[in-house]
């Protein structure tokens, strides 16, 4: 088990930038599958970014390919999530999760551990 800080979120206007950080607790960090989901009043949480143990293991929901980054230092264990060009559509609140082991996952039920989640607030 894994505990999961996440921190960076606020209020920007369209087309600013945020970066989440999602901190993380123990000494296998790197042994971890990151990733990073959001939810929007009255929607269900969905999936928007994970990287695997390779830093060149990423993927992305449609949406916020060429926008977003995800990016992990596991010498701070700790998983980020670089957000340019930010959309009103983008508002939500931003969940860290950990899955144990080497493989990208996309849905919730495959994440074990989670963050108490970030405010995103996007105005137009």
């Known amino acids: 088990q894994v505990q999961l800080v996440e921190s960076g979120g606020g209020l920007v206007q369209a087309g600013g930038s945020l970066r989440l950080s999602c901190a993380a607790s123990?000494?296998?960090?790197?042994?971890?599958?990151m990733g990073w989901f959001r939810q929007a009043p009255g929607r269900e949480r969905e999936f928007v970014a994970a990287?695997?143990?390779?830093?060149?293991?990423?993927y992305y929901t449609d949406s916020v390919k060429g926008r977003f980054m995800i990016y992990r230092d596991n010498a701070k264990n700790t998983v980020y999530l670089q957000m340019n060009s930010l959309k009103p559509e983008d508002t939500a609140v931003y969940y860290c999760?950990?899955?144990?082991?080497?493989?990208?996952?996309?849905?919730?039920?495959?994440?074990?551990?989670w963050g108490q989640g970030t405010q995103v607030t996007v105005s137009s």
């Open positions: 990287i695997g143990w390779s830093i060149a293991n990423t």
């Open positions: 123990g000494r296998t960090f790197s042994s971890y599958t």
């Open positions: 999760a950990a899955r144990l082991g080497p493989d990208i996952a996309t849905t919730r039920r495959q994440y074990a551990d």
